[in-house]
């Protein structure tokens, strides 16, 4: 299967968006680790800006640098949303609300308890009637959500914005899903020639592909969204290969890009 790529987004530590990311992986500008300022959605409406949660925030973050890089009209984009955990800040406080006496659970936290909470925010945010896919594959959620996205791209024969994210969870859940770093990714992916080339995926990958720099292979295992990493190396740097990303099961992908 094969699609181009129209745009890319990303928002991680020392990765603040594509522009400021793409000579750190292209291997030109050396890694500086350092944190996320806070960020409020500019495509969501102050009511709803208020009651997203960090992981809506950060979903908001990496798919609104694709849709700015790329000029494209959010509201005809498809999308689909993949995440491993959602919003596990949200998880515990549900979680402890039920363990006390009276179990009195606030009516935003029950609003965003759900998987699917970015992409609704996002469809209501952007004025989107286009369709939106949720999905979540534990590490693998960047891949599962490559495939679906590539697929949904060229059965509609339209773009299709693909959005990973994931963001660290509060103690004591951590401690089950540690996560070194919130972070996530973007793809604005289509069935026309891209400006940022075109990528072919086939279920028949070995071995992942790690990250030539150590500081940013740190990245890429402690997110399942940063997964992405060597193959936005390669978009990065307009450099023609392959990678093989992380899947279910045991079965990889490989992902090949043509700039």
Same mark, same amino acid.
């Given at each position: 299967?094969?699609?181009?790529?129209?745009? +890319? *987004?990303?928002? =991680? $530590?020392?990765?603040?968006?594509? @522009?400021?990311? #793409?000579?750190?992986? !292209? %291997?030109?500008?050396?890694?500086?680790?350092?944190?996320?300022?806070?960020?409020?959605?500019?495509?969501?409406?102050?009511?709803?800006?208020?009651?997203?949660?960090?992981?809506?925030?950060?979903?908001?973050?990496?798919?609104?640098?694709?849709?700015?890089?790329?000029?494209?009209?959010?509201?005809?984009?498809?999308?689909?949303?993949?995440?491993?955990?959602?919003?596990?800040?949200?998880?515990?406080?549900?979680?402890?609300?039920?363990?006390?006496?009276?179990?009195?659970?606030?009516?935003?936290?029950?609003?965003?308890?759900?998987?699917?909470?970015?992409?609704?925010?996002?469809?209501?945010? +952007? *004025?989107?009637? =286009? $369709?939106?896919?949720?999905?979540? @594959?534990?590490? #693998?959620?960047?891949? !599962? %959500?490559?495939?679906?996205?590539?697929?949904?791209?060229?059965?509609?024969?339209?773009?299709?914005?693909?959005?990973?994210?994931?963001?660290?969870?509060?103690?004591?859940?951590?401690?089950?899903?540690?996560?070194?770093?919130?972070?996530?990714?973007?793809?604005?992916?289509?069935?026309?020639?891209?400006?940022?080339?075109?990528?072919?995926?086939?279920?028949?990958?070995?071995?992942?592909?790690?990250?030539?720099?150590?500081?940013?292979?740190?990245?890429?295992?402690?997110?399942?969204?940063?997964?992405?990493?060597?193959?936005?190396?390669?978009?990065?740097?307009?450099?023609?290969?392959?990678?093989?990303?992380?899947?279910?099961?045991?079965?990889?992908?490989? @992902?090949?890009?043509?700039?």
């Amino acid at each position: 299967m094969s699609v181009a790529i129209k745009a +890319v *987004g990303l928002a =991680a $530590p020392g990765l603040a968006g594509w @522009a400021d990311a #793409a000579p750190i992986l !292209a %291997g030109t500008r050396r890694y500086v680790p350092a944190p996320e300022s806070a960020y409020a959605p500019t495509l969501l409406p102050p009511n709803e800006r208020r009651r997203a949660t960090a992981a809506v925030k950060l979903a908001f973050r990496a798919a609104e640098d694709a849709v700015t890089g790329s000029g494209a009209d959010a509201r005809e984009l498809a999308s689909v949303f993949a995440s491993s955990d959602a919003d596990m800040s949200v998880l515990h406080r549900i979680c402890a609300a039920l363990a006390q006496r009276p179990r009195l659970i606030s009516p935003t936290d029950f609003h965003n308890s759900v998987h699917n909470a970015a992409s609704g925010y996002w469809s209501i945010g +952007v *004025g989107s009637m =286009a $369709p939106t896919t949720t999905l979540s @594959a534990h590490d #693998a959620s960047f891949v !599962a %959500g490559l495939i679906e996205a590539v697929a949904l791209a060229r059965e509609r024969a339209a773009d299709v914005l693909l959005v990973a994210y994931d963001v660290v969870a509060p103690p004591p859940l951590a401690a089950k899903r540690p996560l070194a770093i919130s972070a996530g990714v973007a793809l604005i992916l289509g069935p026309m020639a891209g400006t940022h080339g075109s990528l072919e995926i086939d279920l028949d990958g070995d071995r992942e592909t790690a990250c030539d720099d150590p500081a940013l292979e740190t990245l890429r295992t402690g997110n399942p969204a940063l997964r992405a990493l060597p193959l936005l190396s390669l978009i990065a740097a307009r450099r023609a290969g392959a990678v093989t990303l992380r899947g279910t099961g045991g079965l990889h992908v490989a @992902a090949r890009y043509t700039p």
